[in-house]
C-alpha cells in the first residue's frame, strides 16, 4: 500500500512558477513509477508527467514540455513537478499517482494509487 499526499499548489499569475511536491508513505517507494495528472472543471483528467523508478526515465504531455519538470528524491519519498511560465490553462487539480512499475506510465488506467489533488489556479 502507498499512501500520496500532494502540497504546494496555490494562486498565481501567469508567467509564474510553481512547485508541487507529492510525499509517499509505504513501502519500497523506489520501485513505484510515479506521475502527475491534472483536471480542469468540466474536462477529464490528463497526462502532465511521469517519471520511473530509478528517475532516470521521464515523460511529458506536450502542453508542458519545455515548462515543467517531473524529478524524485527517493530518499525522501517524495516526487516534485517544477512547474516554471504557468499559463491560465495550467489551472487544475493536480494529482500525483503512483504504481508497481520499471518503465514510465503515461495513462491515467495505470496507476492503482493516488493522491486528494493539490489546486493550481493561475490567473490572468
Known amino acids: 500500500q502507498v499512501q500520496l499526499v500532494e502540497s504546494g499548489g496555490g494562486l498565481v499569475q501567469a508567467g509564474g512558477s510553481l512547485r508541487l511536491s507529492c510525499a509517499a508513505s509505504g513501502r519500497a517507494f523506489s520501485r513505484y513509477a510515479m506521475a502527475w495528472f491534472r483536471q480542469a472543471p468540466g474536462k477529464e483528467r490528463e497526462f502532465v508527467a511521469a517519471?520511473?523508478?530509478?528517475?532516470?526515465?521521464?515523460d511529458y504531455a506536450h502542453s508542458v514540455k519545455g515548462r515543467f519538470t517531473i524529478s524524485r528524491d527517493n530518499a525522501k519519498n517524495t516526487v516534485y513537478l517544477q512547474m516554471n511560465t504557468l499559463k491560465p490553462e495550467d489551472t487544475a487539480v493536480y494529482y500525483c499517482?503512483?504504481?508497481?512499475?520499471?518503465?514510465?506510465?503515461?495513462?491515467?488506467?495505470?496507476?492503482?494509487?493516488w493522491g486528494q489533488g493539490t489546486q493550481v489556479t493561475v490567473s490572468s
Open positions: 517519471i520511473s523508478w530509478t528517475g532516470g526515465a521521464t
Open positions: 499517482a503512483a504504481v508497481w512499475s520499471l518503465v514510465v506510465v503515461t495513462y491515467t488506467t495505470g496507476y492503482n494509487y
